[in-house]
């Protein structure tokens, strides 16, 4: 909070939004990336 003691209440808002914007984008990137080495095992129908 130190570097927003002049700022508004909607600047506030503003920023967190964004910070959790890259938060998330972080997680389904890595999720996305993961996912590319997932090996599924093929069933085979009788």
Known sequence: MEQFQNASLL???????KYAFF???AIAL???????FV????????
């Open 30 to 36: 890595s999720g996305l990336v993961l996912s590319c």
């Open 39 to 46: 090996n599924g095992k093929r069933v085979e129908k009788i």
């Open 11 to 17: 600047e506030l808002i503003a920023e967190g939004t």
């Open 23 to 25: 938060f998330i984008a």
